[in-house]
C-alpha cells in the first residue's frame, strides 16, 4: 500500500500548484488536497482553469530547469505536465526533461520518463532521436523491466529510419527465455513491418517460428502479423492453413490451459483473431476453404454460452462462413445465427446481426426477406445507429422497384441526423441510387433537390458533377430529356422564387447552371423573369463568389435582347468592379456579350454542352501576337523544362514555373470531371509549342460527347426499360404481397398470413411489402454490384424448365407467334432487371403466355451464360473429332440433346469444321422446326451458325431466315432461302457478324419463314445472345506501337482485378488467364506491368496496361471507341473469376 | 488496430487519453471533445458502438464504449478489431483497475494516471491488444510494483494507506470529492450480469 501512498504525496504538488515548496506540500497536503480537488471540480469556466495550469506549468517549467532538481522530484513533475498536457495545455518545455529521465532515472522514474515521452513525442518528433541510445542500451538490460519498457516504448512510435539500430536487438529477443519478452519483441516487428515492411522481410521464418512457440500468448501475438501479411497476400500463406485450422481446433476443443477461459471460454480474443486468418485464406479458394469446414461447424456448435464473448464468437464464424467458398450446411447454421442476432432483444446484438445482413445479403438475399418485420422495426428504432445500420441494409437490396420507398426512409434519416459524416456517406447513397434506378423525373429531380438541400456544401463534390453530366448528356429519347429539363427548370425557378437565401451554395450553383442553359425550354418564362431571379442571388449576403461566378455565367447565357439586356447591363455594372478577378472578367464577359447578340451565339450556343468543344490548343490565334512580339525584341518562348534546366545550370533561383491555365468555359469544366485531367494535362503540356503539334491536332481536340459515362447509355437505358415495365406491374397492394411472395420464392416458408392485422400490423406489412419487393424473384441476385453463385442456380434450374416444355406449349408458341415474342422480349427484359411480373396479371392466359416466355428467356439466358463460362476457343475436342462419323441422321425425338449436337456438328460447313467453334445451342422449336445455333470464330470475323431441322414427317418449303442485331453488321453467307428441306433432315445457313458497337452481351434476334406442306405461311422468332469476348482477337503490335496508340486514344477506364496465381508468377499467370479465354495478346511484360493489346472486330484496337500493386492488378484500359474499355473491363472480370 | 482510448468523466473532463496514432495536440483536444459529445448524448439502452466521427478517421472507425457510474471508457478501433471483443476487453480492463486500486473510483484514475497507463500497458501495445487475461495483467502489474515497493521502502515512508481515500471515508469530507469517489465497479458488475 505505501506506493499508494508515495503516488499520492506526489501527485499533491500538481494540484497545489501555487504551492512550490516540496517539504511544505507533504505537511498541508491532507487538508490542502480535499480544497484543491474541490476547486477543481468547482471551476466554472474554461478561463479559470487555464489561468490554474498555467501557473501550474510556470512552476513545473522553473523547477524542472532548476540544476538543483532531483531525478525524484523531476518524476514527480513529469506525473504533473502529463496532467496538464491531458487537458490539452502544451508543455513542449518539459520532452527534453521526459527523454532525460528516461535516460538517467532509476528503473522506476525510467518508466515516468518512458510514458511521459510516449505521450508526449510522436515517430516523427525531432527529439526522439536522443531516445535511441537509452532504447538500445535498455534492450540490452538484464533487468527485464527496463527491456519490456524499451519493447513497449519502441511499439508506441520509433524514427523510422533508425530502426535498422536496434532491429537485430529486437530479433534476438524472439529467442529470449521469458515469454512477455518474446512476446512484446513480436509485436515492436509487427510495427516495424507496419511502417517499414522492407526492414523486416528477412525475417518471415523467424515470425514462423513465434507462430509454433510454445508459449500461446507469443503464438497470439504473432498472428497480428499474419493477419495483416495475409490481408495483404493471402496467396503467400496458404500453407499455413492447416497450422490455424489446428491451433482453433485445439483452442475450441479446450486443450489450452484454464488460465486463456475468460467466462469459460476458451482464449476468445484468440479465437476470433484465427477466424479472421481463416477467413481471408479461404476466400474464394474452395480447397482451402474445405480444410477449414469441419472446424467452424465445430466453433458454432460450441458457442452456445450466453456470454457476450461467445456472441463475438459466433459473429466472427458467420462472416467466416459466408466469406469463404461456401457450404450449404454452414450456411444454413450461420443464417440461423444472424437469425438469433437479428433477433435478439439485445441491442449490441441486433446491431451486429443487421451488420452481418449487410454483409451476406448479397449472396442470399432471401435472408432479408426473412428477417423483414424485423428490419422494418429497426427502421423505427430510437437508436439512430440500429436505424442508420439498417438503411445501409435496406441500399444493398435496393432495386427498380423498391427505390422510391427505401430513399424516402433514407432521406427521413437525413433530415433528422445532424453527424456530417453520416450525411455526407447517406447523400451519396442516395444519389447513387437516384442515378441507378430513376422511376420518373419528377422523383428524380425532386429527390435530388432534397439531396442537394440536406447534402449542403459538405457532400461530394462529384454528385453535383455527376448530375449536371447526366442532364446534360441526356438519354435516347430527345423528348424524354427534354420533359426531364423542362421539370428541373420549372422546380428551380420555383424555388428561387420561394427562398433562395437557405439553399446551400453547391444547390445555388446546380440551378444556376440549369436555368442558364434550359430555362428555354419553358416557353412562358421570359428569360428576363429568370435574369431577376439570379439577380436576386447576386445580392445575397451568404452568396459565396464561386456561387456568384456560376450565376453570372448563366446570365450570359440568358442575357439576350430584350428586357434582359438591361438587367444584364445593370449587373454588369455593379460587379465589373469587383475585387474576385474572376467575376470581374465574367461581369466583363456579360456586360459585351449581353449587347451583341451575334457574338454571344458564338460563343456560347445553345446545347454547347453536349457539343464536343473545339479547343485549338496549338493556340495558333496568337501567332500573329507572338510575332510581333518577337519583332519588338521579346524573348522567344522556352518550354518549361527547357527553362527548368538553365535555371538549374545557372543555379539561380529554382522557383516553380506557374500552372498554366486554360481557357475553357465554365460550362464544359463542370461536366467534364472525370475525362478532363489526361486530355487537359496533355494539351496544356502541347501548347508550348505549336509547331510540333500540327499533325497531332485531331487527337488533342477535347471531345466532350464520347466521355466515359459513370451512367453508360446502354446501362441507363436497359433500366429505364424495366422501370416502365414496374411501372405497369404497378406498386402491389398489401394484399397481395404475401402470395407474391409465394409465388416468387416457393421453397421459402416465412410468409406472412392473411389473416386480419392491427393497423400497424397492416401499415408494416405494407411497408414491407414495398421495401422487400423484387427481393423474392430468384433472379434477384444483381442487387447492388456482385451478382455471384445465384446465376448458376438459376441455370441449372432453367435448363430442366426448357426440356419439360410439353407439345401442346410448343405448338402454342409457335402458332401465337407475335405476342409470345413481344412476352420473350419483356421477359428478357425483365430477367436483366429482376422484377417478378407474374403476381400482377390477372387473366390465367396471359400468365401462362407470360410464364412461356419466361422459359424461353430463361432458355436463352442460359446459353449465354453457358457461352461466357465454357471456353469457346478450346471447346469440346470429342465434339470436332466425331464429324466424320455420323451422317445426316434424324435426331430421336426421345433424346434431343446431345446427340443431335453431334449431328448437328457434322453440318457444319466444310471451311468452318476445322476451325473452333461454340456448343450447339437450341434456340427455338415449333411443331415442324427445330432451331439451333453455334458460332464459329474466324480470325477477321465471326461465324453465325444456324441449322434447321426438319423434326415433322413432311416436307417443308421455302425457308428464310432473316437475322439482325442492333449492335451488328450481319451479312449473309449464302443467302439463296432454303427451297425445301426433306423430313428429318438440316439445313445450314452461315452469317458473318462484325460489330458495330461493343456492348457487354450482343443479342441477335432473327425470324424463320416457311410454308407448311399445306401451303400454310408460318413464322418462328429466335434470339441468340453472343458475349462480346467472342468478337475480340488479339493485336500483334510492338511496345513502341503499343506506346504511340496510347496516347492518340481517348476513351479510358480504369479497375482493380484480382491476381492469380498457380504457383508461378501472379502477373504472368493473370495474363494467360485472359490470355486465354479473352484471346488478348501480350505485348510485354516487364517487372509488376504488362502491356496487352487487343482488337474489337473489324480493327477497333483496344489498349490494356496492367500493373500489380497491393495484391491485385490495376488495369487501365484505352480504346478509340467509346464503351469498349467498360465492356471488356467486364469480361475481363468475369474470365478470372470463373477461373 | 486500436487508435486510441479515452477516458472521461459525464462532465467530458478527459482522465486518461491514449493516441496509438499520431494527431496534433489540437486535434487530440477535437477528438476528446468530439467523442464526449457523440457519446454522451446516448442513453444508457442503445448499443455500445458508435460509427466514424469525421475526426478520428471516418467510416472505416468505430467508437466502442461502456459506461461506468461517472466514467465512460471509449476506444475508437478501425474494422479488424471485433466490436463485441473490444466491449469485453473494456470490461477486462475496468475490471483490472478494480483490482489493483480496490474499489477503483474516478479519483484513483485522477492521482493516478501514471498507474493507469502502465496497466493500459500492459493490455494494449502500439495500437494491438497484447494481453487479455486479467490475471497474467496484474501479475506483470505487480512485478513492476514490487519494485517499486523495494525502491520505496528504502525511504522509509510509514504510512501505506492513501491519504485521500483515508480522507473521503470519514464521512466529513465526503462533499468535497462529490461523485468522484463513487466506486465504478458497483456498476461494472450490474453489466457484468446483463
Known amino acids: 500500500m505505501s506506493d499508494v501512498v508515495e503516488k499520492t504525496l506526489t501527485a499533491l504538488p500538481s494540484l497545489l500548484s501555487f504551492d512550490s515548496q516540496l517539504g511544505s506540500a507533504k505537511l498541508s497536503s491532507t487538508s490542502k488536497l480535499g480544497n484543491l480537488i474541490r476547486g477543481i471540480t468547482e471551476l466554472t469556466s474554461k478561463h479559470e482553469e487555464e489561468k490554474l495550469i498555467q501557473r501550474e506549468l510556470s512552476s513545473i517549467k522553473e523547477q524542472v530547469s532548476s540544476p538543483n532538481t532531483t531525478m525524484r522530484q523531476m518524476k514527480e513533475l513529469m506525473v504533473r505536465t502529463i496532467y496538464c498536457e491531458m487537458l490539452g495545455y502544451e508543455a513542449s518545455f518539459s520532452y527534453i526533461h521526459a527523454i532525460k529521465l528516461a535516460q538517467q532515472g532509476t528503473v522506476l522514474e525510467k518508466r515516468v520518463g518512458y510514458l511521459a515521452v510516449s505521450l508526449f513525442l510522436n515517430e516523427s518528433h525531432e527529439l526522439l532521436l536522443l531516445l535511441v541510445n537509452t532504447v538500445l542500451k535498455d534492450l540490452q538490460s538484464t533487468n527485464l523491466i527496463e527491456v519490456c519498457m524499451a519493447l513497449t516504448v519502441v511499439s508506441q512510435m520509433f524514427p523510422k529510419d533508425m530502426i535498422p539500430a536496434i532491429l537485430p536487438l529486437v530479433e534476438e529477443k524472439l529467442n529470449h527465455p521469458k515469454e512477455i519478452i518474446r512476446r512484446k519483441a513480436v509485436l515492436a516487428l509487427y510495427k516495424f513491418y507496419l511502417i517499414a515492411p522492407n526492414q523486416v522481410q528477412h525475417i518471415h521464418n523467424k515470425f514462423r517460428k513465434a507462430l509454433c512457440d510454445k508459449d500461446p500468448g507469443v503464438m497470439t501475438a504473432s498472428l497480428h502479423i499474419y493477419l495483416q501479411m495475409i490481408q495483404e497476400n493471402p496467396e503467400g500463406y496458404k500453407d499455413l492453413t492447416v497450422s490455424f485450422v489446428t491451433i482453433l481446433k485445439q483452442v475450441v476443443g479446450g486443450k489450452l490451459p484454464m488460465d486463456f477461459n475468460y467466462h469459460s471460454v476458451p482464449a476468445p480474443w484468440l479465437q476470433i483473431q484465427l477466424l479472421r486468418i481463416l477467413s481471408l485464406l479461404g476466400k474464394n479458394d474452395q480447397s482451402t476453404s474445405e480444410l477449414m469446414h469441419e472446424v467452424l461447424d465445430e466453433s458454432l456448435r460450441r458457442a452456445e454460452m450466453n456470454h457476450n464473448i461467445t456472441y463475438a464468437i459466433l459473429y466472427e464464424c458467420v462472416k467466416c462462413v459466408y466469406t469463404i467458398h461456401p457450404k450449404s450446411e454452414l450456411l444454413e447454421k450461420a443464417a440461423k445465427c444472424i437469425g438469433n442476432f437479428v433477433l435478439s432483444p439485445k441491442i449490441n446484438l441486433k446491431y451486429l446481426g443487421l451488420k452481418a445482413l449487410t454483409y451476406v445479403v448479397q449472396q442470399d438475399p432471401k435472408l432479408a426477406l426473412q428477417h423483414q418485420m424485423t428490419i422494418i422495426e429497426c427502421l423505427d428504432h430510437p437508436d439512430l445507429i440500429i436505424k442508420r445500420e439498417t438503411l445501409e441494409l435496406l441500399f444493398r437490396i435496393t432495386n427498380a422497384q423498391n427505390v422510391t420507398v427505401i430513399v424516402e426512409k433514407m432521406l427521413d434519416f437525413l433530415r433528422i441526423t445532424k453527424d456530417d459524416h453520416t450525411t455526407i456517406d447517406l447523400v451519396g447513397k442516395v444519389a447513387e441510387l437516384a442515378e441507378k434506378y430513376p422511376s420518373d423525373n419528377e422523383w428524380f429531380i425532386e429527390t435530388m433537390n432534397t439531396v442537394f438541400s440536406v447534402g449542403g456544401d459538405t457532400m461530394q463534390p462529384d454528385i453535383t458533377n455527376n448530375f449536371l453530366k447526366l442532364l446534360s448528356e441526356g438519354f435516347d429519347s430527345v423528348e424524354e430529356d427534354r420533359k426531364l429539363r423542362l421539370f428541373a427548370v420549372n422546380s428551380y425557378v420555383s424555388l428561387l422564387r420561394g427562398e433562395p437565401g437557405k439553399l446551400p451554395q453547391r444547390f445555388l450553383q446546380v440551378i444556376s447552371w440549369v436555368l442558364g442553359e434550359y430555362s428555354h425550354l419553358r416557353e412562358d418564362l421570359e428569360p428576363a423573369t429568370v435574369l431577376r431571379l439570379l439577380a436576386k442571388l447576386l445580392v445575397m449576403k451568404n452568396s459565396s463568389s464561386e456561387t456568384k461566378t456560376w450565376v453570372l455565367m448563366a446570365m450570359i447565357k440568358l442575357s439576350a435582347g430584350g428586357a434582359g439586356v438591361s438587367v444584364a447591363q445593370e449587373v454588369s455594372e455593379t460587379h465589373s468592379s469587383s475585387l474576385d478577378t474572376v467575376m470581374r472578367q465574367r461581369a466583363q464577359e456579360l456586360q459585351h456579350l449581353s449587347q451583341d447578340s451575334e457574338l454571344r451565339a458564338r460563343v456560347l450556343p445553345r446545347g454547347a454542352g453536349m457539343q464536343p468543344v473545339e479547343v485549338d490548343s496549338s493556340l495558333s490565334f496568337l501567332d500573329g501576337f507572338v510575332s510581333e512580339a518577337l519583332a519588338a525584341g521579346a524573348a522567344p518562348y522556352k518550354p518549361p523544362h527547357q527553362r527548368q534546366e538553365e535555371l538549374a545550370q545557372t543555379k539561380a533561383l529554382s522557383l516553380e514555373p506557374y500552372a498554366l491555365s486554360l481557357p475553357i468555359s465554365m460550362s464544359s469544366c463542370s461536366i467534364t470531371d472525370r475525362q478532363s485531367p489526361t486530355l487537359l494535362s496533355m494539351s496544356s503540356g502541347l501548347s508550348g509549342d505549336s509547331t510540333d503539334l500540327s499533325h497531332k491536332g485531331g487527337s488533342t481536340t477535347l471531345k466532350l460527347d464520347g466521355v466515359k459515362r459513370v451512367w453508360g447509355r446502354e446501362g441507363y437505358l436497359a433500366q429505364r426499360e424495366s422501370v416502365e415495365e414496374a411501372a405497369q406491374v404497378e406498386v402491389p397492394s398489401p394484399l397481395m404481397s404475401p402470395s407474391q411472395q409465394g409465388e416468387g420464392d416457393r421453397s421459402h416458408s416465412q410468409i406472412p398470413t392473411l389473416t386480419p392485422t392491427p393497423e400497424s400490423e397492416h401499415e408494416k406489412q405494407q411497408l414491407a411489402s414495398s421495401l422487400f419487393v423484387g427481393l423474392a424473384s430468384q433472379s434477384s441476385v444483381c442487387l447492388m454490384g456482385k451478382s455471384e453463385p445465384a446465376p448458376q442456380r438459376f441455370r441449372r434450374k432453367a435448363k430442366g424448365q426448357c426440356t419439360s416444355l410439353s407439345t401442346s406449349e410448343q405448338m402454342f408458341n409457335s402458332l401465337v407467334c407475335p405476342p409470345s415474342t413481344v412476352d420473350n422480349l419483356l421477359c428478357n427484359n425483365l430477367l436483366d432487371s429482376n422484377i417478378t411480373a407474374e403476381p400482377v396479371l390477372s387473366s390465367p392466359e396471359r400468365t401462362s403466355q407470360l410464364s412461356q416466355g419466361l422459359t424461353a428467356a430463361n432458355g436463352t439466358c442460359d446459353m449465354e451464360a453457358g457461352l461466357t463460362d465454357s471456353d469457346v476457343k478450346g471447346s469440346n475436342p470429342a465434339l470436332i473429332g466425331d464429324d466424320c462419323v455420323v451422317a445426316a441422321d434424324p435426331a430421336p425425338h426421345e433424346d434431343p440433346n446431345r446427340p443431335e449436337d453431334l449431328c448437328l456438328t457434322s453440318h457444319l460447313p466444310a471451311e468452318l469444321s476445322g476451325l473452333s467453334h461454340s456448343e450447339i445451342t437450341p434456340l427455338c422449336t415449333d411443331q415442324s422446326l427445330h432451331l439451333s445455333a453455334c458460332h464459329v470464330l474466324k480470325e477477321d470475323s465471326l461465324v453465325l451458325v444456324v441449322f434447321i431441322t426438319n423434326s415433322s414427317d413432311s416436307a417443308i418449303q421455302q425457308i428464310r431466315v432473316q437475322v439482325d442485331s442492333e449492335e451488328l453488321e450481319v451479312c449473309c453467307v449464302c443467302d439463296s432461302p432454303v427451297e425445301e428441306l426433306r423430313s428429318h433432315s438440316a439445313a445450314v445457313c452461315q452469317y458473318s457478324l462484325t460489330a458495330k458497337k461493343p456492348s457487354v452481351h450482343i443479342e441477335v434476334v432473327g425470324m424463320v419463314s416457311y410454308l407448311l406442306p399445306a401451303g400454310t405461311p408460318q413464322a418462328v422468332q429466335f434470339s441468340y445472345k453472343l458475349p462480346l469476348s467472342s468478337f475480340i482477337r488479339p493485336l500483334t503490335v510492338s511496345t513502341e506501337e503499343y506506346g504511340s496508340m496510347w496516347l492518340a486514344f481517348a476513351h479510358d477506364t480504369k479497375q482493380n482485378l484480382t491476381l492469380i496465381s498457380d504457383g508461378q508468377e501472379p502477373l504472368t499467370a493473370t495474363l494467360n488467364v485472359l490470355k486465354k479465354k479473352l484471346q488478348l495478346h501480350v505485348v510485354e511484360i516487364i517487372g509488376v506491368e504488362g502491356i496487352v493489346a487487343c482488337r474489337l472486330l473489324q480493327d477497333q484496337p483496344c489498349l490494356m496496361h496492367c500493373r500489380v500493386h497491393a495484391g491485385t492488378l490495376a488495369v487501365w484500359l484505352r480504346s478509340p471507341i467509346p464503351d469498349l474499355p467498360d465492356c471488356l473491363i467486364y469480361h475481363c472480370q468475369r474470365a478470372l473469376q470463373g477461373h | ?194
Do not use: W
Not at chain 2, 20 to 27: F, G, Q
Not at chain 2, 122 to 131: K, S, T
Not at chain 2, 135 to 158: F, G
Open chain 2, 1 to 194: 488496430m486500436i487508435k486510441a482510448i479515452l477516458i472521461f468523466n459525464n462532465h467530458g473532463k478527459p482522465r486518461l487519453s491514449k493516441f496509438y496514432e499520431h494527431y496534433s495536440e489540437d486535434t487530440e483536444q477535437q477528438i476528446i471533445r468530439e467523442t464526449f459529445h457523440l457519446v454522451s448524448k446516448r442513453d444508457e439502452n442503445v448499443c455500445n458502438f458508435l460509427e466514424g466521427g469525421m475526426l478520428i478517421g471516418g467510416s472505416d472507425y468505430k467508437l466502442i464504449y461502456r459506461h461506468y457510474a461517472t466514467l465512460y471508457f471509449v476506444f475508437c478501433v478501425d474494422s479488424s478489431e471485433s466490436e463485441l471483443g473490444i466491449l469485453d476487453l473494456i470490461q477486462v480492463f475496468v475490471e483490472t483497475l478494480d483490482k489493483c486500486f480496490e474499489n477503483v473510483c474516478e479519483l484513483d484514475l485522477i492521482f493516478h494516471v501514471d498507474k493507469v497507463h502502465n496497466i493500459l500497458a500492459e493490455m494494449v501495445m502500439g495500437g494491438m491488444v497484447l494481453e487479455t487475461n486479467m490475471n497474467e495483467i496484474i501479475m506483470q502489474v505487480d512485478a513492476q510494483n514490487k519494485m517499486e515497493k523495494s525502491e520505496i521502502k528504502t525511504r522509509h515512508i510509514l504510512s501505506c494507506i492513501p491519504q485521500y481515500k483515508i480522507q473521503y471515508h470519514s464521512h466529513h469530507s465526503c462533499h468535497y470529492y462529490g461523485d468522484l469517489t463513487v466506486p465504478l465497479f458497483q456498476c461494472t458488475s450490474r453489466i457484468r450480469d446483463h
